[in-house]
């Protein structure tokens, strides 16, 4: 079966300093990832999203990156950290684009 | 009007009674739709995915699809406090943007 991995639970960063979440998926290949970013009321907003190996489509112009160095592993970034950033972030991955999507436990990201 | 319209709530009932959940949308296009439960601090579960029209029934759970009204549901069953959690309609056409609902929040009392 598939599982998907998202770390840390928790992160508590200052203003300005770099970003790093890191996510990985077992018991599949080739799988299409996402990053989504959910704030309170707003519901869920898709970041990233990544089809292959390198391949990264952006859907909204921030202050945050997305990279796929391996088949299986997707990781999130900054190089500096705006208070806006703050939010719980998903990742996700899907079979192809018409199949559901399953999500990650997220990681509670705190800019103070 | 927003693609995808789901009533926050919250919605409490008590345990055993029947839950209804719904989602209105407006784009006629769309042919895949999910349900997702997503308690407190965790990532959302996939529940329920249909393709098009139609009823699926899962254990206590059924989705429906009603495309000519644009309309979603999700019904509950036999509702225990475990039930208790944000529910997210999501829906595509096809490609790589899902559109979510922004959940509704159901309290199951015992």
């Known amino acids: 079966s598939q599982t998907i991995h998202q770390w840390p639970a928790t992160l508590v960063q200052p203003v300005g300093s770099p970003l790093s979440l890191e996510c990985t998926v077992e018991?599949?290949?080739?799988?299409?990832l996402y990053w989504y970013r959910q704030a309170a009321g707003r519901g869920l907003q898709l970041l990233f999203y990544s089809v292959g190996i390198g391949q990264i489509s952006s859907e909204v112009p921030q202050n945050l990156s997305a990279s796929r160095p391996q088949d299986r592993q997707f990781i999130l970034s900054s190089k500096k950290l705006l208070l806006s950033d703050s939010g719980f972030y998903l990742c996700?991955?899907?079979?192809?684009?018409?199949?559901?999507?399953?999500f990650g436990n997220g990681t509670r990201l705190t800019v103070t | 009007q927003k693609e995808v319209e789901q009533d926050p709530g919250p919605l409490s009932v008590p345990e055993g009674a029947i839950v209804s959940l719904n989602c209105t949308y407006s784009?006629?296009?769309?042919?895949?739709f999910m349900w997702y439960r997503q308690y407190s601090r965790k990532g959302p579960e996939l529940l329920m995915y249909t393709y098009s029209s139609g009823n699926k029934e899962d254990g206590r759970f059924t989705a429906q699809v009603d495309k000519s009204s644009k309309y979603i549901s999700l019904f509950i069953r036999d509702s225990q406090p475990s039930d208790s959690a944000t529910y997210l309609c999501?829906?595509?056409?096809?490609?790589?943007?899902?559109?979510f609902g922004k959940g509704t929040s159901l309290l199951v009392t015992p």
């Open positions: 996700a991955w899907g079979r192809d684009s018409n199949s559901p999507l399953h």
């Open positions: 784009n006629s296009a769309f042919q895949y």
């Open positions: 999501a829906m595509y056409n096809s490609g790589y943007a899902l559109n």
């Open positions: 018991g599949t290949s080739n799988p299409n």
